[in-house]
């Protein structure tokens, strides 16, 4: 595994995700809601925006790096696009399916072109602990799970919200392991002490983020996560 120095990733314990569809749904300006993010103190995000060609993702990333330069950029999918203009982006989260789409041969050539960028995040979604068991020991420098409640910001969702018992068991699975998780999926103030006491009954010794979309369009809500999620990550 590469050793990748994660401090800036999990010191805050929150991980935003920056939804265009979400934003477009809603009403509300990208660049204003990053604004409010670095306002809290956050320092980075997913820009989440499917449906778009590489070209298109890649030029609605590079604007909102122009507005918020002092956030750090993670990208979903695209990997095209992470490729052509390295220096945007610290990261590149896939998801299953993604993952099946780039085939043996592309994810062979993104584990090299990764190998050389250094502090470069490489994170993989999972839904059961069947994948965080196939995905442990692999190359990834954290491994997201989810969902861990019901969420509406997946249209179309297929991946059944966790079980509390298998959230536990997929979350035992990397035990001794110091990869950083990733907790996803209708996670507001409201249930976050509930899964941070899931995490702590399973003597995780490595970070844990919980990564968040519809909680994240209210900074008063953002605020109140931070409070529990930082406190749990220090």
């Known amino acids: 595994r590469r050793r990748v120095s994660l401090t800036w990733f999990t010191a805050g314990g929150l991980y935003p995700i920056l939804d265009r569809d979400t934003c477009l749904a809603r009403g509300i300006n990208p660049v204003d809601l990053l604004r409010s993010w670095e306002q ?20 609605e990333a590079r604007r909102l790096r122009e507005a918020c330069p002092g956030l750090r950029l993670i990208a979903n999918d695209y990997s095209e696009a992470v490729v052509e203009d390295p220096e945007l982006f610290s990261g590149l989260h896939l998801g299953q399916e993604d993952l099946l789409g780039l085939g043996e041969t592309g994810t062979a050539h993104l584990r090299q072109w990764s190998a050389q960028k250094g502090e470069f995040l490489l994170g993989l979604s999972t839904h059961s602990p069947e994948q965080i068991q196939a995905a442990k020991d692999s190359w990834w420098t954290y491994l997201a799970l989810g969902p861990c409640y019901a969420t509406n910001s997946k249209p179309g969702g297929r991946d059944p919200v966790l079980a509390s018992g298998d959230l536990r ?52 809500e953002i605020e109140r996560l931070l409070l529990v999620a930082g406190e749990h990550n220090a």
């Open 40 to 59: 809290l103190g956050l320092s980075y995000y997913q820009w989440r925006a499917k449906g778009l060609t590489a070209g298109e993702y890649l030029g």
């Open 169 to 220: 068991r997929a979350m035992e699975v990397l035990n001794g392991r110091p990869i950083p998780l990733v907790l996803i999926g209708g996670i507001h103030s409201e249930n976050i002490q509930e899964l941070m006491r899931h995490i702590s009954e399973t003597n995780r010794s490595a970070p844990t983020v919980v990564a968040v979309i519809g909680a994240a369009l209210d900074p008063r």
